[in-house]
């Protein structure tokens, strides 16, 4: 068998590099070469005890341009220059093994120095860029000719635009009374996408796709404050994305897990932790011990308090699609993957919500290999954690069609209400029920001006009677409107808020407690000590510009349920 070992790709043409053995050095700095823009790290043979390695990509001045890590469940990393705002001519890649050879593993051992010589091809054809190479799945047409680049250009990355888009130019949608068609497409189909993105290229445009992350001076001058000669200085706050889950754990306190950033790239910093007591984010993916779910997006994440674990469930990455279950220990913080019983196709942009101790995952997209575009679900899958299985109940009633990208709250801990979503080329407005206890479903015939029909958008309960639906996306633009549903008067209303006014599409709600947020402000006059003040929370998503957020907004649940 293979021996373990860590290789390294610098540039397209060159040959892997060995930087880590199974008997070396478990540190070690790389000077990457000046003419090199593409980086590739993997590994090779079993991991054994090994847990992980901790890898960053830092500048001249030691600061972190970029972190991953390795694991066996997340074998290979990469990083181009074009896509790294800080990469400058020198800079070097540090690696550092966790676990395996207790022996090897000694942090005051210091870091073995490696040379890289530059690879000059013999040839001088032109490739493809990384991006093709590495590249994202194609949903648009493919090329006729691979070596045309003009097709290869048409067809570049594409995934997780539209999770079963279609190639129609405009997308129709479902209307309400008084919508119109027309308007740019936010997350448009894969030739449209790779078009755009050829132009800006040959243009020599700097053009970020849904990519809006912090300044770069920043982050940068944020880390040269807090870095030392033998420190690492660390970022401070999560890049800008899409797609991701945030999920609450306690009053204070919330988990961001995945999504997609800049250039559709998927985040190299996919998990972190919001403290609401200071409004604070901690880089959380070293915290935690055991395998890290592969990096995703369309994914769900449930919170069960009785456990006190989080539970993540599917979601999609480029070729991959996920139907496996992670499941992170916030008690110990240790993460286990499921060897669960039973069928469950690999969904995507599905819903999931915790009843009794079980999750119930309601429709989602799914690969179909060879029609296009891709299908969508109708089903309800039960996943058990005590038996470790997934199962399909009896369900009666009217079962709503089939689709994607909507969202479900769970009210009074005994019904289902689902909202909205997308199956190409239709995108809804509709409401369905779910009884949990008679496990059957009901069209839920709504009054007011209802939200106009929409995918992706977020959602959060307010209360035991109401919940809130913010943003999404139509097939041609995102949205901004906010509403209000009244499960007991079955009854929209739609609320103008500044704080909420900001188009969105991906991003998450959800409600946190914040009176000990206001008692640390000193605003603490009208805070009622014999009850909880949350309020709404708003993280990620991209407008209309394509630019991602990374920003939190609060509104106060109060001030949301006084306007109805």
């Known amino acids: 068998m293979e021996d373990f070992g860590i290789y390294a790709v610098f540039g397209l043409q060159a040959p892997p590099q060995r930087l880590l053995s199974a008997n070396g050095c478990s540190r070690v700095c790389v000077a990457v070469p000046r003419t090199v823009q593409q980086v590739v790290l993997f590994s090779s043979g079993p991991w054994g005890d090994r847990i992980c390695v901790n890898a960053e990509l830092n500048d001249t001045e030691r600061i972190p341009i970029t972190i991953g890590k390795l694991t066996p469940y997340n074998r290979c990393l990469s990083w181009e220059q074009w896509e790294e705002d800080t990469w400058t001519d020198s800079v070097t890649l540090n690696l550092r093994l966790e676990g395996g050879n207790p022996a090897t593993e000694n942090w005051s051992e210091p870091e073995q120095i490696l040379a890289v010589k530059e690879y000059t091809p013999k040839d001088t054809t032109v490739h493809r860029s990384a991006q093709d190479l590495y590249g994202k799945r194609k949903r648009g047409r493919m090329a006729a000719d691979e070596n045309d680049q003009d097709n290869v250009s048409e067809t570049g990355e594409d995934e997780n635009r539209c999770p079963n888009g279609s190639k129609n130019s405009t997308t129709p949608v479902r209307k309400a009374k008084g919508q119109s068609k027309g308007g740019q497409k936010l997350f448009s189909n894969g030739t449209e996408a790779a078009k755009m993105e050829g132009t800006a290229e040959v243009a020599g445009e700097t053009h970020r796709i849904l990519g809006k992350t912090p300044p770069p001076s920043v982050t940068r001058t944020k880390n040269k404050q807090a870095k030392t000669s033998t420190q690492t200085a660390a970022i401070v706050s999560p890049s800008g994305r899409w797609g991701q889950t945030l999920c609450p754990i306690d009053a204070q306190t919330a988990i961001l897990i995945g999504g997609q950033g800049a250039r559709m790239h998927f985040c190299k910093d996919p998990m972190w932790k919001l403290c609401t007591e200071d409004m604070s984010w901690m880089a959380a993916e070293t915290l935690a011990e055991g395998p890290t779910p592969e990096a995703r997006i369309g994914h769900t994440s449930v919170y069960d308090p009785d456990s006190k674990r989080i539970f993540v469930f599917g979601g999609s990455k480029n070729k991959k699609w996920f139907n496996d279950v992670h499941i992170l220990d916030t008690q110990s913080w240790k993460w286990t993957m499921v060897e669960a019983q039973g069928k469950v196709p690999p969904l995507a942009y599905h819903s999931c919500s915790m009843f009794r101790g079980e999750l119930f995952v309601l429709g989602g997209v799914f690969p179909n290999p060879n029609p ?96 809130l639906i913010h943003g999404g996306y139509n097939g041609n633009n995102a949205l901004s409107d906010t509403f209000i549903f009244d499960i007991e008067t079955n009854s929209w209303t739609e609320l103008t808020l500044p704080q909420l006014s900001v188009p969105r599409a991906g991003h998450s709600l959800i409600t946190m407690n914040t009176t000990s947020l206001q008692l640390l402000s000193g605003d603490s006059k009208d805070v009622d000590m014999d009850s909880e003040d949350k309020s709404l929370m708003v993280f990620g998503g991209g407008d209309n510009e394509r630019n991602f957020y990374s920003d939190v907004t609060t509104v106060s649940v109060k001030e949301l349920l006084s306007s109805v």
Not at 399 to 408: C, F, L, T, V, Y
Not at 411 to 416: L, S
Not at 418 to 442: I, Q
């Open 372 to 467: 296009e575009p891709d299908g969508c679900s109708d089903s309800l899958y039960i996943f058990d954690p005590n038996l470790s299985i997934w199962y399909e109940p009896i369900v009666t009633g009217d079962k709503p069609s089939p689709r994607s990208g909507h969202s479900a709250c769970l009210m009074q801990e005994r019904k289902i209400y689902m909202f909205g979503g997308w199956d190409t080329p239709v995108c809804y407005n509709d409401m369905f029920m779910l009884d949990l206890g008679l496990m059957e479903f009901a069209v839920v015939k709504t009054s007011g001006k209802a939200p106009s029909p929409r995918s992706w958008h977020g959602s959060a309960v307010l209360s035991d009677t109401k919940f």
